[in-house]
């Protein structure tokens, strides 16, 4: 599975795996998309979701203002779709989208990027600026 998803990892829509496993490859296709900080992440089952960052708290970059946000930013948005189609709440597939587009929107450009990606902003910078991306989305939208 490793193998094929590093060689051809678009032919896979929906990998079914045990937790472990399921850890590393996620891991390793986030890698291949860009790297971990980027990758959305859920828990879902027909009754309860959870969503969290790909790569974990990375406690050793804590306070520093190193993190990138989108993996959490992205796996809350997964969060908004998993409730949109269980609950039937149309609202927050509306936010879904938003946050994924806004997401989009901000890292197009290198000069709205945090470090690990070749930008110059911090994890506060880049969260205001997609904070401020995000808040047109949704005005455009209502």
Request: glycine letters at 10%.
């Given at each position: 599975?490793?193998?094929?998803?590093?060689?051809?990892?678009?032919?896979?829509?929906?990998?079914?795996?045990?937790?472990?496993?399921?850890?590393?490859?996620?891991?390793?296709?986030?890698?291949?998309?860009?790297?971990?900080?980027?990758?959305?992440?859920?828990?879902?089952?027909?009754?309860?979701?959870?969503?969290?960052?790909?790569?974990?708290?990375?406690?050793?970059?804590?306070?520093?203002?190193?993190?990138?946000?989108?993996?959490?930013?992205?796996?809350?948005?997964l969060l908004l779709r998993w409730l949109a189609r269980t609950r039937g709440a149309d609202r927050c597939a509306v936010a879904a989208w938003a946050i994924e587009d806004a997401v989009d929107a901000v890292l197009r450009e290198p000069a709205r990027r945090t470090r690990d990606l070749g930008g110059p902003l911090g994890t506060a910078a880049f969260t205001h600026g997609l904070e401020e991306e995000l808040r047109g989305r949704l005005a455009g939208r209502a």
């Open positions: 599975m490793a193998a094929w998803l590093v060689r051809d990892a678009a032919r896979f829509d929906v990998v079914v795996t045990t937790n472990m496993f399921g850890d590393i490859l996620s891991d390793e296709a986030s890698e291949l998309a860009g790297g971990l900080g980027l990758a959305a992440s859920i828990n879902a089952g027909d009754a309860h979701c959870m969503a969290q960052a790909q790569h974990g708290s990375a406690p050793d970059i804590a306070g520093r203002g190193l993190a990138n946000p989108t993996s959490l930013v992205l796996s809350a948005a």
